[in-house]
C-alpha cells in the first residue's frame, strides 16, 4: 500500500450582507424567513435585484413558509466536515410556502429511500441562532417545525457581516524515495540521488531525473556533504496575514553543497540577522532536537533540518555565485 500525507487548505471569507441578505438572516435569528416581493411573485431566499429585468427591488419583505416543498434533491451518503450535518442527509431545492422560488438547504431525513421530489419539509430551528443561514440546522419531514420552543436572545444586535470558510482537502502519495530520504534524516544524514547518466544529483528524494528521464532508485543514494557555501538570499519583511507567525525580518538562502552542485534552497539561515548576511558566507547544516517530529514535506525542503548557520570560515569568493539559486 502507498503511503500518503492528507493536505487542508481552508480560506477565511467575510462579506457585507448589504440590506437584503441582512434582513433575510436577521429574520432567521428570529425563526422567520424572509421573502421579497418582484411583481406577483416572492423569492426566497431574496435578491436585491430583479432577476429578469436588472431592476433593483423594493424592499418588500413577505415571511414565507416555514413549511415547504422539496422540488429536487440529491443524497450525500458520506458528508465532510465542510457540510452541515454529520450523518448521512439530502440537499434539496424547497420551494417555501409562500414563496415562488427555492431555497437550497439540508433536508434531515434519516435515510435516502425517506427522500422524494414533492415530500413535505419543515424547519429544525437551533437553539442558538445569529444571523446565519445555518440557524436553520436542517429541514426535516412533514408539516412541523422543529425548535419553535424556546425565546432565543433578543439583545443580539443585528448582523451586517458574513464569515465563511472555503477549504479544500487533499492527498499525495508518498515515493519511496521520499520515505528513505526522510528516515536517513532522522539519523542526520543529508540524502541525494545521481543520476547514473547526466550525473546530476537531486535532493528530496526525487523519483525521477527530469534531464534523462531515468528512474532514480535506493541504487542512486549519496550521502551530501553538510557544509556549503551562500550563493543567494531573499529578506523577507513578514505581511500579517491570517495564520502568519512570523513577526520579525528573516532570511531564506541558498545553500551550495560542498564538492557537489546541489543547491538547497530557501533554507532557513540561524545566528545571524538579516542586515550581516553576505553572498559567499560558509555554513553549516543544523538538525532539528527531533527530526522524527517533523512533518512530511518534499521538493527542495529537508525534514529535520533546523536551517543552515555561519562557521566563521572566510568568505568564498566568486562573482558567479549569486546566479546559483536552483
Ligand atoms: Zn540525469
Known sequence: MTATTQSTITFPYKRSLGPVLGAFMNGLAERRILGIRTGD???CPPLEWDPRTGAELARDFVEVGPGGTVQSWCWVGTPSEQHPLDRPFAFALIRLDGADTALVHAVDACSFDAMSTGMRVAPRWRAERRGH???????????????????????????TM???RASITYTTPIPDNVIRTERATR????LGLRCPSCGRTYTGGKGYCPVDSIALTADHEVDLPQRGVLTNYTVITPVQYPGQTETEPFARVHVLLDDSDVILSFQ??????PGE??????????????????PAVGGSTV??????????????????????IC
Open 187 to 190: 539519523t542526520g544524514r543529508l
Open 268 to 273: 532557513d539561515l540561524l545566528d545571524l540577522p
Open 162 to 164: 458574513m464569515d465563511y
Open 303 to 324: 525534514q529535520g533540518l533546523a536551517g543552515w548557520r555561519p562557521t566563521g570560515e572566510p568568505d568564498v569568493d566568486d562573482r558567479d555565485l549569486v546566479n546559483r
Open 41 to 43: 411573485a416572492v423569492m
Open 277 to 294: 548576511i553576505r553572498i559567499g558566507m560558509r555554513l553549516e547544516a543544523v538538525w532539528a532536537d527531533d527530526a522524527a517530529g517533523q
Open 133 to 159: 443561514i445555518t440557524d436553520i440546522e436542517a429541514f426535516v419531514p412533514g408539516d412541523d417545525p422543529v425548535g419553535v420552543d424556546d425565546d432565543g436572545d433578543a439583545s443580539r444586535e443585528p448582523v
